[in-house]
Nanobody, 126 residues
Framework: VQLQAFGGGLVPPGGSLSLSCAYS????????MGWFRQAPGKEREFVAL????????SYADAVKGRFTISRDIAKNTAYLQMNSLKPEDTAVYYC????????????????????WGQGTLVTVSS
C-alpha cells in the first residue's frame, strides 16, 4: 500500500490550502484515513480523521472550525481543506491509513495507522 500526499506550499496567515492523499493497492480496503502534522522540534500530532464509510470524523481542538476532512471513495483519496491558516499550523503534514479498526483513543495516535505518506510541507508566513 502506498500513499501520496499533495498540496503543501507557502500561504500567508488567513489563507487556505487543500491537501490530498491518494492510496494505491488493489486489494487494500481502508477503514480509516488520518492526517497528522509535525512542526520543527515538536512531536507528530493528530490533526483529523475520517472513517472510510464517512460515519466518523474527528478533529484536533487546534483545527476545529478551520479544517475539513473528506474523502472520495471512487478516487481512493482523502482531502484536508485548511482555512484561516495560522503561523502555528506550519508543519509537515502526513496522511495515514489502516484497514483495521482500533479503539477510538488509538485512532488519535500514530499507532492506529500502519501506512503513511511521505509528508507535504505547509508553511504559513507573511
Amino acid at each position: 500500500v502506498q500513499l501520496q500526499a499533495f498540496g503543501g506550499g507557502l500561504v500567508p496567515p488567513g489563507g487556505s490550502l487543500s491537501l490530498s492523499c491518494a492510496y494505491s493497492g488493489q486489494t487494500f480496503r481502508p477503514y480509516i484515513m488520518g492526517w497528522f502534522r509535525q512542526a520543527p522540534g515538536k512531536e507528530r500530532e493528530f490533526v483529523a480523521l475520517i472513517t472510510w464509510d464517512g460515519r466518523r470524523i474527528s478533529y484536533a481542538d487546534a483545527v476545529k472550525g478551520r479544517f475539513t476532512i473528506s474523502r472520495d471513495i471512487a478516487k481512493n483519496t482523502a482531502y484536508l481543506q485548511m482555512n484561516s491558516l495560522k503561523p502555528e499550523d506550519t508543519a509537515v503534514y502526513y496522511c495515514a491509513t489502516d484497514s483495521r479498526r482500533y479503539n477510538t483513543g488509538t485512532t488519535f495516535t500514530a499507532r492506529g495507522y500502519e501506512y503513511w505518506g511521505q509528508g507535504t510541507l505547509v508553511t504559513v508566513s507573511s
